[in-house]
């Protein structure tokens, strides 16, 4: 890959972080696959303003050949295609070669989901050592995971919360989410509880979950590897409990009981109706029963 390729890729990242707000993760994230894509044309003779739509193609079965996965790949020819996107709008090539590319395909999976009587019992176990004063950091545990599952955020957007966020005597909390875009969301009155005994205890400073790394909040792995510590101890196998598992869980039992998926959509912060469609594999059952209760020939 040569320097003036460098500094387009640099340039790309560039835009997407100050005009479309895009995550640390994710700039990250585009830089590995943009470089690798350049380094793959490189080594064939080809620079990046001159790929065609077949060297485009070629790359992609490569990373088929390579064992890679469709969703992987996809996300791949996701960063590219905005990429080329960035050189026409720029002027730097005229045409876009990812534009009759069509995307890897991958089935997906249905999202991995505790139930309520498990959700439960890491609440408990969880709520019960916070209630012990000789467990450090017990209590700030069972708060993140009683927001954890009242809201369903994301767990960036659960670790970085401003105290700012908690809003109408801790009723509702602002949440940023991808792109920068704020939304509002309704706590439950446990998770409300919860925030004003943790509120109760913190010194003076921005973040609701405050940490001395780099950051000043407390980190995602952090979290994660205390959570399935819980898990362990609620007798809960911890390689089935992660912050993620967590909003799958809260979306799907929202649906379970009767939520509305547009409701959910807004919750979770989706923009798109299809990401939340995911689960609606919850209500197939629900449905069915609706169906064979009211259906006039249902007897028959």
């Known amino acids: 890959m040569s320097r003036i390729e460098g500094h387009l890729i640099d340039a790309f990242l560039e835009m997407m972080s100050a005009e479309r707000g895009a995550a640390a993760n994710t700039i990250a ?18 620079a990046l303003t001159k790929a065609s739509r077949q060297e485009v193609v070629g790359f992609l079965e490569s990373l088929k050949a390579e064992g890679l996965s469709a969703s ?13 996107k ?23 999976a249905l999202p991995k989901v505790l139930s309520v009587g498990e959700i439960d019992r890491l609440l408990t176990t969880a709520e ?40 109408r005597d801790a009723s509702f909390l602002t949440i940023r989410g991808k792109g920068n875009k704020e939304r509002i969301v309704p706590v439950t009155d446990r998770a409300r509880d919860a925030i004003r ?4 205890t913190l010194e003076p ?11 000043g909040y407390l980190s995602r792995q952090v979290f994660a590897r205390d959570l399935k510590d819980l898990a362990g101890r609620a007798g809960i196998a911890s390689a089935r409990v992660t912050p993620h598992v967590l909003r799958h869980a809260f979306a799907s039992h929202l649906l379970a009981g009767g939520a509305d998926l547009r ?13 939340t469609q995911i689960y609606t594999h919850v209500l197939d059952e629900k449905l069915r029963s609706l169906v064979e209760t009211h259906h006039p020939l249902a007897d028959d």
């Open 72 to 84: 992987s790949s996809a996300r791949k020819l996701s960063a590219i295609r905005q990429f080329h």
């Open 29 to 46: 994230a585009y830089r590995c696959d943009l470089v690798d894509y350049a380094s793959t044309l490189a080594r064939k003779g080809t």
């Open 128 to 167: 019960a050592e916070a209630n012990d004063e000789s467990a450090p950091g017990a209590l700030r545990l069972y708060v993140l995971l009683e927001l954890l599952y009242a809201t369903g955020m994301r767990v960036s957007e659960l670790v970085s919360l401003k105290r700012a966020a908690v809003m």
């Open 86 to 108: 960035f050189l026409c709008a720029d002027g730097i090539r005229p045409d876009d070669p990812t534009r009759i590319v069509a995307s890897p395909k991958a089935q997906r």
């Open 263 to 275: 409701v959910v959509q807004t919750l979770l912060g989706h923009a798109d109706i299809s990401t």
């Open 205 to 215: 400073g921005i973040f609701l979950f405050p940490a001395k790394g780099e950051d």
């Open 197 to 200: 005994a943790w509120l109760a």
